[in-house]
């Protein structure tokens, strides 16, 4: 009697202290209202599988216990049961996966007219580049990097000289207008991670990996590292402020253009600017 | 007792005398069932250390600071090696080497594994690895700090725990791992499918040894995964060649790598890392439905589908892998395939907690401490089910993805559950390998410390996870968003792993005091009906069937057949031909392997 108690104690603790938990999500900052649907989805089905069966369970520890004299029934197979058992739990099964594959097709797919910035990772800071008047990113690599030249841009792509560097690890984005986050790392494994956007992916060194969402609400939120990356890891953290339009265009004029960055004036030829980094940097391409 | 048997023509001349002298007897000893008391050992061993690294590592999360050797870098080694070795050197060892290696020649009516001298080895280079890995400790700079995953490029470059030595001596202890789980598989499987006795069918395996066995195939497939990749890795740290490199510029020094890819290591990581999950879930799958059905004197409810399930499952495992990198930066397509595949696995593996559910009802069930370690397993695992059809299902993953809800879940259900079924193990099978029982009020005492800590310590948890809170963290300084009561329940679950880890202790006293002191157990104490608890002598003699093999005529799950006298009936009980067609299909069913 008592352990058929007990496992049932647990699971109702279990569920009241689901739902009087304070430990809960960050309020939610961005457009991604559908994760945290398909979460709750998720959350509501897995938690009544689990209270219903494990209760179950507990019933039947209390209720057939050994007493003396007491035989168990011999049944090795019920068929129908199995079977209903398997279409049930395959129903459940479904009601889960397809909200979730609805919502993975919405995260992985950029909408038409987002904004681009790239968050780069390096042990154990964030710096940030947006692609400038022309919107596109200029072409960049890790093996071009050098103290002038802290992105890697390439000196010979127009698109790059244009692009705006944001060094210091914070980071401003206009409320509203979706964004895609490009990201790179020169060294290890990072992640990008925003509590409160719920979105997070990797940065790989070697490739680029990108990620979306639209930031709704403003506010300062802060950027941490979610991949493991090395002694600092749990010190890689950066800042996100989240503004409007007019805050934000003002920011982002303070902050140098790849081509200012070099001392240049920006419509100084592009060549002199390639023999420059290549003179100081000795980073051949 | 039925003692029904033939004689075995094949005794050959190395079971035909036993070995003489301590040493022959216990140290290179061919006989599966010392191989596997110094395989559980050694696991136990070194088991312990990564006991305790986890009180470590819990005290500087529930009070930072408290403890001034656990510095950033000493941290991320006691993460690493913690996690390696529980899941690797403890987990794998244990049900396979250890488990495995009793049960199987026992269970199937055999005298030994086919190979005994190749599964001797098989345990002294299980050792050598172990010492390797344990070595690194002793290195400069100590061992890898690169995480149980070991990532490249981080596991090889500098800012990393150990890049000079550990991570060298980890490969390499993993690599000579693999040689020693290789020859102990392919012992386990060649001697499932060629030595079992008389009568002993395939769908009459009990379910411990198609857990087991199921579980060696996996492994066969999937250890070549993670041999290669520590190999390259190795040739990547030596050689400077770039498998897993691009180019990189470490803290200011651009290194000669160039082109490799780091992604390609983590697929070959977790196309080894997710069948390894079920490797040692599905030996504990099967122990635990012989549990169950013993203690609840009841047979397994639904054989055929349990074992079509374990079937079904360790197929899935192959095709699941990349749902451990949602967000790793690969193809997003691939997140619908892997999503797919991932929570089609939870069908199996749902009926498998259907079936010991069933298996309970109109039971008789004796609360025994093996029993209820099995309910504790259920519970666990059934929770830690849960939480992963959260991380399977791809969007959802994204916010949980790198959070303490992610340490919840494989906590819960390759952790913590896989433990509970071994201490259910060898509370049952503790009897035939000493001939005592384990003291039934230590064991109780044990038990309810461990499954009420475990959960306390590891519920919890999942709701860290969706605050947020990253894992893998050193610290959590001057972040914002994380609650003073989030640093409160972190205090809280360090105290209750405390005091898990400290009735472990207990166990090993438990284990030691009743070897000499226990009560004499008898051949059967549990009043089991597979083979090994039919055995002539307890603890069972080199050869473990004296003379005669025993002859199967039934499954393993003739509990409370109506009309028997008593409530079981052992599997080399011959049918008795006055009580004709007791037990209908399952027996008939039996096809030839
Ligand atoms: C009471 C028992 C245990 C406690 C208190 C405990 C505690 C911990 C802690 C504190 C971490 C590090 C969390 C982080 O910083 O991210 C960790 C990681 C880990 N633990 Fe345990 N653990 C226990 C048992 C186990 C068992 C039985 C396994 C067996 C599979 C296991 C496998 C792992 C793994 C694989 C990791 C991840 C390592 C990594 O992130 O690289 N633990 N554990
Ligand atoms: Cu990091
Ligand atoms: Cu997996």
Redesign the pocket.
Known sequence: MAVGVILAALVVGSVIFSLLSPWWFTPLASNWGTIDDTLIITFVITGAVFAVLMLFMAYAVARFRHRDGARADYEPENRRLELWLTGATSVGIAAMLAPGLIVWNDFIRVPEGASTVEALGQQWSWSFRFPGADGVLGTADTSRITAENPFGLDPDDPRGRDDVLVSGGELHLPAGTPVKVVLRSTDVLHNFYVPQFRAKMDLVPGMVSYFWFTPEKTGTYEILCAELCGVGHSLMRGTVVVEDEGTFRPWLEQNPTFAQSLGRRPEQDVAEIRDEVQGEGGAEP | MAQTAFVDEGLDHEHGHEPQGFIAKYIWSQDHKVIAIQYTLTAIAVGLLALVM?WL??MQ?GFPGSLEMVDQERYYQF??M??MI??IYL?TALFLGGFGNYLIPLMIGARDMVFPYVNMLSYWTYLLSVLVLVASFFVPGGPTGA???LYPPQAILPGTPGRDWGIILMLVSLVIFVAAFTMGGLNYITTVLQARTRGMTMMRLPLTVWGIFVATVLGLLAFPALFVSGVMMLLDRLLGTSFFMPAVLSQGEMLEYSGGSPLLFQHLFWFFGHPEVYIVALPGFGIVSDLISTHARKNIFGYRMMVWAILAIGGLSFVVWAHHMYVSGMNPYFGFFFAFTTLIIAIPTAIKVYNWVLTLWRGDIHLTVPMLFSLAFILTFVAGGMSGLFLGNVVVDVPLSDTYFV?AH??MV???AP?LVIFGGLYHWYPKVTGRMLNDTLGKIHFWITFLG?YA?FFPMHYLGFVGIP???FEFEGIAFIPDSAHLLNEWITIA?LV??AAQFLFLFNLAWSAVRGRPSGANPWRSTTLEWQTPETPPGHGNWGARLPIVYRWAYDFSVPGAAEDYIPQNRPPERDAPGLHGSLRAEGAAP
């Open positions: 986890s590592m819990r999360i993460v690493t913690h996690g529980m899941v987990l995480g149980w995953t340490v494989f906590h390759m952790g913590v433990i475990t310590i894992r893998r963290y792993a898990v880890g």
